[in-house]
């Protein structure tokens, strides 16, 4: 009778770890990490989804948000967003979703005051959980359609090859930059890349990355923080700051291990002009 509970048992987590293991379970994290932020408190959901070591912005320097939002009071006003594009990996354990956000100062009835586009990236815990590992954001004054939520998972590529890691990738990317400027991101952009750069529309299409590429300022210097992989190596995130003219703000980079090499899949970039 022992063993067959156990059977029963075993089967039944089985099911239910596999139905968090799907693009569907990471963006329903996200609805519902934004839902509690709503119904409770930014705090709270913070809180409730974020990794122990994950990490979010203060002023545009990179700090442990657990231990941020552990010890801040509750934010006022009302925050809102939602997924219109999420990414995971072949194994279900590790993706991104971005999409709109706006700032409320009272109810949501109201004019927003702030608006903008985020990025959070999210891995499988111990436990099964989806909990967030990094959060970033842009804002912009910009009237922007909405766009249909879009979902996408990545191809499994050989696990042996000669292309070397993504943090090689991005020293590669930022000293081509240092010479080449915005020229550079022609060997470093996925076909599918997106651009989140503060003060514009965000970018998908290959006509609408250009327009950003062209706006950057040309002496971007990177200071990486910190890093994160995904279990089967093949997605992975560089955060750091920027120093431009002696004004600082931060960085955030998503590389996608492609048949060609690591390319640039998400690049969140904030600079004062």
């Known amino acids: 009778m022992r063993k067959y509970i156990f059977f029963i048992f075993m089967a039944f987590t089985s099911g239910k770890l596999s139905a968090q293991r799907s693009i569907d379970s990471l963006v329903e994290a996200e609805k519902s990490f934004a839902n509690t932020c709503l119904a409770a408190s930014i705090k709270e959901g913070f809180l409730k989804f974020i990794d122990t070591g994950g990490v979010v912005f203060q002023k545009g320097v990179p700090v442990n948000g657990f231990k941020l ?31 709109p956000w706006k700032y409320y100062s009272k109810t949501i009835k109201d004019t927003p005051i ?19 590992l990094i959060d970033f954001g842009i804002s912009y004054s910009a009237e922007r359609k909405t766009i249909s939520l879009a979902k996408s998972q990545m191809e499994k590529l050989p696990g042996n090859d000669d292309k070397g890691s993504f943090t090689e990738a991005e020293e590669k990317f930022t000293k081509a930059y240092s010479i080449h400027g915005a020229q550079s991101y022609q060997s470093f952009l996925s076909s599918e890349s997106r651009l989140n750069y503060a003060g514009f529309l965000p970018a998908a299409t290959e006509a609408e990355r250009q327009s950003l590429l062209d706006s950057l300022p040309k002496n971007i210097k990177y200071t990486v923080v910190g890093s994160g992989i995904s279990p089967g190596k093949d997605l992975g995130y560089i955060y750091g700051t920027t120093d431009i003219d002696n004004k600082q703000d931060g960085f955030l980079r998503i590389w996608r291990k492609e048949k060609n090499g690591w390319k640039i899949a998400v690049e969140v970039l904030h600079f004062k002009s």
């Open 69 to 99: 939002y552990t010890n801040s009071e509750k934010t006022p006003g009302i925050l809102t967003w939602e997924p219109e594009y999420a990414e995971i990996v072949s194994t279900n354990d590790f993706g991104y979703t971005t999409g």
């Open 114 to 132: 702030a608006k903008g586009q985020y990025i959070t990236v999210w891995h499988l815990n111990n436990n099964g959980k989806w909990k967030l």
